[in-house]
């Protein structure tokens, strides 16, 4: 199954995986240490991902580092707008992460194309927003909220709880009026789930696959990886990163949201030169 994933004015080819480079907009994300906090240093990464071959650039102004403080709609969207607006201008695909339906509704109208929502379109107001706009979706899976999700996380089987919120999140969508195209779901790595829920995620990742919708997997620098490999700081799993993002494009997933743009589309291509004999 190819096909397209419909975003706005956008229909993303999924012949290959796309690449989803990340901004994070905010003082105090586990992963970058707030590297890009200020708007201007946000744009320009946001510019060297698109040189480095980004199909997509999801700005976020929140952090949901397990434990991290809420901020208000207002003051995230004071943080993202300006670099939405400036990675648009720029020709990208953009996608908004938030949970808040007000700063979504306001940088679709500043020219996003995707709503990545780590709620999971739990909220009936960014549901009343995905209807009345055009915009691709991210459904992402999460158990609790970013507060208390690492509380000892608990399933009956992982992939299959997961997979039935997702379905159950898109079918709800889809009778508010939402187009199958633009969907995309995510099981959401490390959002309530210990090491070995998310790598029990990434192994059967084809029993979401066969959900029908495009698969994002967010791995990157995540905490599972240092776990397994003894490496605390974040900056310093790309080895690890690239691995789980192999790992889930060779399961089918269509998305991989990452930091470093540049070593995975190079890991990507190499990949899929040997599996397909499409070398460059
Ligand atoms: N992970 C993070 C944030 N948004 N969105 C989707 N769809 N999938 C994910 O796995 C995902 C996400 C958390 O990672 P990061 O943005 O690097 O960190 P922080 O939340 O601390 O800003």
Redesign the pocket.
């Known amino acids: 199954m190819h096909g397209v994933w419909r975003c706005g004015s956008h229909a993303l080819p999924l012949a290959r995986a796309l690449v989803m480079g ?1 901004v ?1 907009v ?1 003082p ?5 240490g707030g590297a890009n906090y200020d708007p201007c240093i946000a744009a320009a990464s946001a510019e060297s991902m698109l040189a480095a071959g980004a199909d997509i650039i ?1 700005v ?1 102004g ?4 397990p434990g ?1 403080g809420e901020i208000t709609p207002s003051e995230e969207l004071a943080r993202v707008l300006a670099v939405v607006r400036d990675a648009v201008a720029l020709g990208a695909v953009v996608s908004i ?1 938030t949970r808040h339906a007000e700063v979504a509704s306001a940088c679709v109208a500043a020219g996003s194309a995707i709503i ?3 709620s999971g379109f739990s909220d009936p107001a960014m549901v009343a927003l995905a209807a009345s706009c055009e915009a691709g979706l ?1 459904v ?1 899976h999460m158990q609790g909220d ?1 507060r208390i999700m690492q509380d000892e996380p608990r399933y009956g089987d992982v992939v299959a709880d997961v997979a039935a919120y997702l379905s159950a999140q898109a079918m709800r969508l889809e009778a508010a009026g939402v187009a199958h195209e633009r969907i995309a779901v ?1 099981p ?4 309530g789930k210990t090491t070995a829920h998310n790598l029990e995620l990434l192994r059967r990742l084809p029993e979401i696959v066969a959900l029908g919708y495009p698969v ?7 905490r599972f990886i240092g776990e397994i490999t003894g490496v605390s700081e ?1 900056r310093q799993r790309l080895a690890g990163s690239l691995a789980a993002t192999l790992e889930s494009v060779g399961r089918g997933a269509a998305v991989a ?1 990452v ?1 470093d743009v540049a070593e995975t589309v190079q890991a990507l291509a190499v990949a899929r030169a040997i599996r397909e004999g499409a070398g460059e």
Request: net charge negative; aromatic share 6%; hydrophobic share 30%.
């Open positions: 990340i994070n905010t105090d994300s586990f992963s970058d999801d976020g929140e952090s949901t580092r991290a992460d990545n929502d780590v991210v992402m970013p995510d959401g790595i490390g959002f994002l997997v967010g791995a990157s620098r995540k974040p949201r930091h």
